[in-house]
């Protein structure tokens, strides 16, 4: 019986760091595009890098502005740190002259996630400034866990692919049933990144980008 190819959701955190304009030169020759989580502060420094990843069609979200801790603040600085990095956002979109397809959000953390009614709030006020859940299909949990926010969650991190990438290459640590929100961090090196992507390419899995988001369906903006 013939295997049936899953999709990957490829995700990538706390960026742009310093090898991120390699990182997205190696995806664009394989033909991946994904969504990166991008600090603010990060934008800034590498504004150039970033838009030339918004013309190949990655797609730029917000990760916060310094990597706040969400369940320590309150709600009038969280909401600045994500308004602050859209502005940033949305002038990079304007820069590379490309219409920003969706306004996708990931926690950079959350340490103590246990006030129901702050996350709750947190919640309400990204659906105030436009954010959604991104539509990604047929994902093992994520109907359960898309129900527990705006928020982008993960099937898998760089550490739980860390065993894949030192596998044999057999399917001694297999990918989940379903598709997968893969989630790698961009702080690894480029080497360890490619390795992981490689290794993933290796499980016959196809990389798109969710419903809506892809490149041939954002229009150039108009001069």
């Given at each position: 019986?013939?295997?049936?190819e899953?999709?990957?959701?490829?995700?990538?955190?706390?960026?742009?760091?310093?090898?991120?304009?390699?990182?997205?030169?190696?995806?664009?020759?394989?033909?991946?595009?994904?969504?990166?989580?991008?600090?603010?502060?990060?934008?800034?420094?590498?504004?150039?890098?970033?838009?030339?990843?918004?013309k190949?069609?990655?797609?730029?979200?917000?990760?916060?502005?310094?990597?706040a801790?969400?369940?320590?603040i309150?709600?009038?600085?969280?909401?600045?740190?994500?308004?602050?990095?859209?502005?940033i956002?949305?002038?990079?979109?304007?820069?590379?002259?490309?219409?920003r397809?969706?306004?996708a959000?990931?926690f950079?953390?959350?340490?103590?996630?246990?006030?129901?009614?702050?996350?709750?709030?947190?919640?309400?006020m990204?659906?105030?400034?436009?954010?959604?859940?991104?539509?990604?299909?047929?994902?093992?949990?994520?109907e359960?866990?898309?129900?527990?926010?705006?928020?982008?969650?993960?099937?898998?991190d760089?550490?739980d692919?860390a065993?894949?990438?030192?596998?044999?290459?057999?399917?001694?640590?297999?990918?989940?049933?379903?598709?997968e929100i893969?989630?790698?961090?961009?702080?690894?090196?480029?080497?360890?990144?490619?390795?992981?992507?490689?290794?993933?390419?290796?499980?016959?899995?196809?990389?798109?980008?969710?419903?809506?988001?892809?490149?041939?369906?954002?229009?150039?903006?108009a001069?």
């Open positions: 019986m013939l295997a049936v899953r999709t990957v959701y490829l995700t990538i955190d706390d960026g742009p760091a310093g090898d991120f304009k390699q990182k997205v030169a190696y995806l664009n020759v394989l033909g991946i595009q994904a969504i990166w989580f991008c600090l603010g502060e990060a934008l800034e420094d590498f504004a150039e890098e970033a838009i030339l990843a918004i190949a069609g990655h797609v730029i979200g917000n990760r916060s502005y310094d990597d801790d969400f369940s320590a309150s709600l009038q600085e969280a909401r600045e740190q994500l308004e602050r990095t859209d502005q956002i949305n002038e990079l979109y304007a820069g590379a002259e490309v219409i397809p969706c306004k959000f990931r950079p953390y959350m340490h103590h996630e246990v006030n129901d009614g702050h996350f709750a709030d947190l919640q309400s990204l659906e105030e400034l436009g954010y959604r859940q991104p539509l990604f299909e047929n994902v093992k949990d994520h359960d866990r898309s129900q527990q926010g705006l928020h982008v969650t993960h099937t898998r760089t550490f692919l065993a894949l990438a030192a596998g044999d290459g057999t399917q001694s640590t297999p990918l989940a049933a379903g598709n893969i989630k790698i961090h961009d702080w690894l090196g480029s080497v360890p990144f490619t390795s992981l992507i490689d290794k993933l390419i290796s499980r016959d899995v196809s990389f798109q980008l969710p419903q809506g988001m892809n490149a041939e369906r954002m229009l150039t903006a001069h």
